[in-house]
């Protein structure tokens, strides 16, 4: 079996070859870290870690869904990876996150302008880049924001915004839907924890930059 150290390099070869290896090289370094091997240090697995929560935030949303599924129920795994999952997660996967996130102690204070994301929503076209401008996160997790229903209720309560402003946008950003689907999606708000969410916006804006910075490389 290689070292971890040569696992290591191995993997960083994979990811130098481009966008194209990113969902190979997600699922080497997802068997590894769901069966870590008891030779390995344990002090090595956060590279790992890291390196794969880095790997996620590269992935089209298909493959990312894939990749959830298998971290789904995996208590053993850092909270700060698993929230990559978050966008591309089972509604399920996506409640217990919201649950972990509410565990892990008071989330920073956020205020967003309701006013002026819901003014992004109404104009329609680029929404999804107002979007990230106003909330200080990146265009592909705003994009991905806006196209789910309970994500956008995260980014709401976790920015302070009002239960109202988040049904607005969602009925201007997302698909039509009967009065009964707009209920449902009032209900699915008021069961967002907003200290949860308030971590997970923060975990959001705190990788915006180092996006940018990825894609311009």
Same mark, same amino acid.
């Given at each position: 079996? %290689?070292? &971890?150290?040569?696992? $290591?390099?191995?993997?960083?070869? #994979?990811? @130098?070859?481009? /966008? +194209?290896?990113? !969902? ?81 102690? %008071?989330? &920073?204070?956020?205020? $967003?302008?309701?006013?002026?994301? #819901?003014? @992004?929503?109404? /104009? +329609?076209?680029? !929404? ?90």
């Amino acid at each position: 079996m %290689p070292t &971890p150290k040569e696992r $290591l390099s191995h993997l960083l070869e #994979l990811a @130098a070859q481009g /966008a +194209g290896e990113r !969902a190979h090289l997600a699922g080497e370094v997802a068997d590894l870290l769901l069966d870590w091997p008891p030779q390995y240090p344990a002090a090595m697995r956060a590279t790992f870690d890291a390196l794969l929560e880095k790997i996620v935030r590269e992935m089209e949303a298909p493959a990312c869904a894939e990749l959830a599924a298998r971290f789904e129920g995996r208590d053993d795994a850092p909270l700060a990876l698993l929230n990559e999952f978050f966008l591309c997660a089972s509604p399920a996967m996506q409640d217990d996150l919201l649950a972990r996130n509410e565990a892990a102690g %008071p989330a &920073p204070h956020i205020h $967003l302008d309701g006013e002026a994301l #819901l003014s @992004a929503a109404r /104009a +329609g076209g680029a !929404a999804s880049g107002t979007v990230a401008s106003i909330a200080g996160i990146s265009p592909r997790v705003a994009a991905a924001v806006l196209r789910d229903a309970r994500a956008l209720a995260t980014l709401c309560k976790g920015g302070g915004i009002a239960r109202a402003t988040f049904s607005a946008m969602a009925i201007l950003t997302g698909p039509a839907r009967s009065v009964h689907e707009n209920f449902a999606m009032l209900t699915v708000f008021d069961r967002v924890p907003e200290n949860g969410a308030a971590h997970l916006v923060a975990h959001w804006r705190l990788h915006a930059g180092s996006e940018a910075a990825e894609r311009a490389a």
